[in-house]
């Protein structure tokens, strides 16, 4: 699936649209795929990419590509967030949390930069990871140029800049500040909420079940399809499950 959606995104690239749907279909599908491709580089965090630390890095450096985002950042903060979900200064995703709604887009665009500048406040990097992270730049500078090269400077940004604006957009703010409005410290299962229905399931490729992913973090995308609920009121709108306490069958 990594190796399908990075050759399709790369080779869209290579195709410049001259209509006004050809660059909409171009910007949006591509999107898609860079929205996936973070699915999966989360799933190499959690170690279900592979047996190895390893093997999970490399599939999650991958993923990430179409995105232009480091793994290493990613898996560094990200297990942060699973143990201190929407603790103050403990979660690193607590940047979303602003009383400013005009705010939030703009940081939805900053979440995966602003990670460095949080670990480097929690005490420093860890050893080896600015050169980690040195290397991954690298290799992303390493994969873009040759588009560059055969396309042109401006086909490379207005193709990438457009499609992680919309990643950013379309990621932190359904699929992980709505999941987790609110931001509840009590009952681990209301700390977190899911998005009812299918279609949510399918197009976010299980992310819209975040809160049974943190209750079960060992659990692949493919295998929380088995939980997925209907929406009781059946609305043509996937809306969300929020639990502001405890669980209905604890109550």
Known sequence: MIVSLVA???????????????????IGFRSWLAFIG??????????LLGRTRRVN?????LALLPVLVPFTNF???????????????????????TPHRWQLPLRA??????????LRRRGGLPPGHARDLLLNYLAIAACY????????PWRLVTGVLPVCVLVSLVLWIPFAHLTHEGYLT??????SHNWFGRLA?????????????HLRPHLAWIELHQLVERDPERRRIPRRDIWREAPPQAV
Not at 9 to 24: D, H, R
Request: hydrophobic share 45%; net charge negative; charged share 15%.
């Open 145 to 152: 140029l040759p588009v560059a090269i055969l396309v042109g």
């Open 57 to 61: 890095t490399f599939w999650g450096r």
């Open 75 to 97: 898996r560094g903060t990200h297990l942060q967030h699973h143990r201190h979900t929407n603790e103050p200064g403990k979660d690193p995703d607590l940047f979303l949390d």
């Open 8 to 26: 399709l995104s790369f080779t869209g690239l290579l195709i410049v649209p001259t209509t006004w749907w050809g660059w909409t279909l171009d």
């Open 186 to 191: 009590g009952d681990p299962a209301a700390r």
């Open 38 to 47: 973070t699915v999966m580089a989360h799933e190499g965090v959690h170690g």
């Open 201 to 213: 399931y399918w197009f976010s490729f299980g992310l819209s079940m975040h809160r049974e992913h």
């Open 109 to 118: 665009v900053a979440m995966p930069h602003q990670w460095f500048f949080w």
